[in-house]
């Protein structure tokens, strides 16, 4: 597609309960953020996949927290045992390298009841 | 610890105006900047960045000043637009992967 395509768009959950959200990048896009953001604050980075190296996954918050990402294909983040504070908006971001102006994907709503 | 700031969270200004948005850093380290858009339900979009090295660089209406001694930058719009209405969010960048984003400041341009 010609931009970041994230699913689902909204997602509820029960607390306790894991769940996991997806990123289509951009074709070819080699590397790949995961952000979130939480209500009335700004974008907390998560983690970041560049090609086949090892990601930088010194942004998550527990070890209820991980991702994955073959080569430079689709990334699954997953929570599991989801708390309240675990409610934000969970962003996907590409771009071609490091340093370029990143796609951002119309986000994950999550919200934790 | 906020490494980087955005302390107006809102700002309105008259369509035809200059728009100045104001960000301010604390890392010295930081050699990259960016500002991305972001309207209601649609993830960022970026708009303009800027390398250490430079002190300004200039996209159509969008001009973004760098002053490392002040560990400041401002994004320029110039001549505001309704259509620029939007959260502005300004990022930096080390060496490392993270981009440290700022908390965001509301645009409204009054037509």
């Known amino acids: 597609g010609a931009g970041v395509s994230q699913s689902p768009s909204n997602k509820v959950t029960e607390k306790g309960k894991d769940v996991e959200l997806r990123c289509d990048p951009i074709s070819g896009h080699t590397a790949l953020y995961w952000y979130r953001q939480r209500l009335g604050q700004g974008l907390e980075f998560l983690i970041y996949?560049?090609?086949?190296?090892?990601?930088?996954k010194s942004g998550l918050p527990s070890d209820r927290f991980s991702a994955e990402r073959t080569g430079e294909s689709v990334s699954t983040l997953t929570i599991q045992r989801t708390q309240q504070e675990d409610s934000a908006v969970y962003l996907c971001?590409?771009?071609?390298?490091?340093?370029?102006?990143?796609?951002f994907g119309s986000g994950t709503r999550l919200t934790v009841v | 610890d906020q490494q980087v700031k955005q302390n107006s969270p809102s700002l309105s200004v008259q369509e035809g105006r200059i728009s100045i948005l104001n960000c301010d850093y604390t890392n010295s380290m930081f050699d990259y900047f960016l500002w991305y858009k972001k309207y209601p339900a649609e993830g960022p979009t970026f708009l303009i960045s800027?390398?250490?090295?430079?002190d300004k660089n200039e996209d159509g209406r969008f001009t973004v000043f760098l002053n490392k001694s002040a560990k400041h930058l401002s994004l320029h719009i110039v001549p505001s637009q309704p259509g620029d209405s939007a959260v502005y969010f300004c990022a930096a960048s080390d060496t490392g992967n993270q981009f440290y984003f700022g908390t965001g400041t509301s645009l409204t341009v009054i037509p």
């Open positions: 971001a590409s771009s071609l390298r490091r340093r370029g102006g990143y796609t």
């Open positions: 800027i390398s250490s090295i430079k």
């Open positions: 996949f560049q090609g086949n190296s090892a990601p930088d």
